[in-house]
């Protein structure tokens, strides 16, 4: 008797959180993205930053550790390139602090040639992110700093990705290799695309949007800038993606076009928020 | 404060700390892309030592909690997921799973595998139809990679939520002696 009482329980307690959960998804799914919830993701975010930080800093030997441990086959092989430079390196006068290596990221940062005279904010990246379906990184600054939802972020190289949501402190940044990502890309002279991610470590595919112009035909290694077409998501120009293939299948009319991005997205530590919004 | 009040303070501690480290260490743990998931674990092992209401409980809250730090998806979708593994893992203990060492790892490797695919079932069906962008090939490793990096993890992280969750009554029920390995007797199937 008192196991079918406790069974009863636990399927009447089963199906409360069921109902619950599907709750919160509905009105998540409903608010896209910016209702309650969302708010309440963003102020999470900014509560826990500090935290994050702390623990992140504190951790961080031992993240280093786990990232050789678990990479010490293709070590061996970098360590052998390594040694190499560190030869060449001895007779350069080198101050390789990590302080000096930071403020040369930074310093690359400012005055990128495609981003013009659009105001930055230079952030550093204080969560890499752990989930294996959606590529993010968490930023140190927010909406007190002028970011907001939408905005492009960009670092030496060219586009890392898009403010997706941001707190009063904080802020989530979608990488271009996110599934949910996509930009418009110009492919020549007549032809405009979008490339869209399709996650970690593999390369975005452009989509050829059809036109009545000739098919383009793209070189191996070539750039691809974004489009910034009319009430496009981001100013036109910025380099999105080198060419890695743009073979065509037999009887296919457009070609099958991979990007790898210009930016190491596992190598970022600070980065440029573009200030604009769509014209 | 009550023996139960105390266990699921340190429970709910637990999981606090657990979404700290793995927002700190899941991308340098990364193996083929694919991180380990602490929250999924932590659920499992609350499925073994407290049966399915636990399961439940401790996986609407892990999961919960592992949604705040995400963006792309529904807040409320790894809570529906992880509360129904929880359950499920918690379900089959007290009806199926046999008293052995080998038994956390085992659930540990097959619940996670299924958390995943769950989850990606989940969301396909709300209309997160973007996880399963990356195709096929990828969801299978990251099932694969996740299930492994869980039952790796699974007997240090079951000794502690064991040590957590002494006192309980999910615990007490199963007669759970607080290394996470569970000692009782199965129990009649519901």
């Not at chain 2, 404060?1 to 700190?24: D, G, K, N, Q, Y």
Request: aromatic fraction near 6%; glycine fraction near 10%.
């Amino acid at each position: 008797m008192a196991v079918y009482r406790r069974s009863t329980r636990t399927r009447y307690v089963l199906a409360v959180l069921v109902l619950a959960a599907l709750t919160l998804v509905t009105i998540d799914a409903r608010s896209n993205g910016s209702g309650v919830t969302s708010e309440i993701r963003g102020k999470v975010h900014d509560v826990f930053s500090p935290v994050q930080r702390a623990t992140h800093s504190a951790l961080q030997p031992v993240g280093n550790f786990l990232t050789g441990a678990l990479d010490y086959g293709s070590l061996r092989q970098e360590n052998q390139r390594l040694r190499d430079q560190v030869i060449a390196l001895q007779n350069q006068s080198a101050q390789s602090t990590a302080e000096q290596a930071a403020a040369d990221q930074v310093l690359r940062q400012q005055g990128l040639p495609w981003v013009g005279a659009i105001p930055t904010r230079t952030v550093q990246i204080i969560d890499n992110g752990s989930s294996n379906f959606e590529n993010t990184v968490t930023i140190n600054k927010g909406t007190t700093s002028g970011l907001a939802k939408g905005q492009p972020v960009v670092a030496a190289g060219g586009l890392v990705g898009t403010v997706a949501s941001a707190g009063s402190r904080t802020a989530v940044v979608t990488l271009i290799t996110d599934p949910t990502f996509s930009v418009g890309v110009r492919l020549d002279a007549k032809n405009i695309g979008y490339a869209q991610g399709f996650g970690r470590n593999d390369p975005l595919r452009v989509s050829v949007i059809t036109t009545n112009a000739a098919v383009p035909t793209l070189k191996k290694g070539q750039v691809l800038l974004t489009s910034g077409l009319d009430s496009e998501l981001y100013p036109p120009n910025i380099p999105v993606g080198k060419v890695v293939d743009a073979s065509r299948a037999p009887g296919s009319v457009e070609p099958d076009i991979t990007l790898q991005p210009l930016v190491d997205l596992n190598e970022l530590t600070y980065l440029q928020v573009l200030l604009w919004a769509p014209q | 404060m009550s023996p139960h009040a105390t266990a699921r303070l340190r429970i709910a501690v637990l999981l606090f700390i657990a979404i700290l480290i793995e927002s700190a260490l899941g991308s340098d743990m990364r193996v083929g892309g694919v991180a380990p998931d602490l929250m999924i674990l932590l659920t499992i092992c609350a499925g073994l030592t407290g049966g399915a209401e636990a399961g439940a409980w401790v996986g609407f809250w892990a999961g919960l909690m592992a949604d705040l730090f995400l963006t792309s998806t529904p807040l409320g979708l790894s809570a529906l997921t992880y509360c129904l593994i929880g359950a499920g893992v918690g379900a089959l203990r007290t009806a199926v799973i046999p008293e052995r060492r080998l038994v956390v790892p085992l659930a540990a490797f097959v619940g996670t595998a299924a958390a995943v695919l769950l989850f990606v079932a989940l969301g396909d069906m709300l209309g997160q139809t973007q996880l399963l962008d990356a195709g096929r090939s990828w969801l299978i490793r990251v099932a694969v990679i996740e299930a492994c990096w869980s039952a790796v993890l699974s007997l240090p992280v079951a000794w502690v939520y064991g040590r957590a969750a002494r006192g309980s009554v999910g615990a007490e029920q199963l007669g759970m002696i607080g290394s996470g390995v569970v000692r009782g007797e199965r129990l009649p199937l519901r």
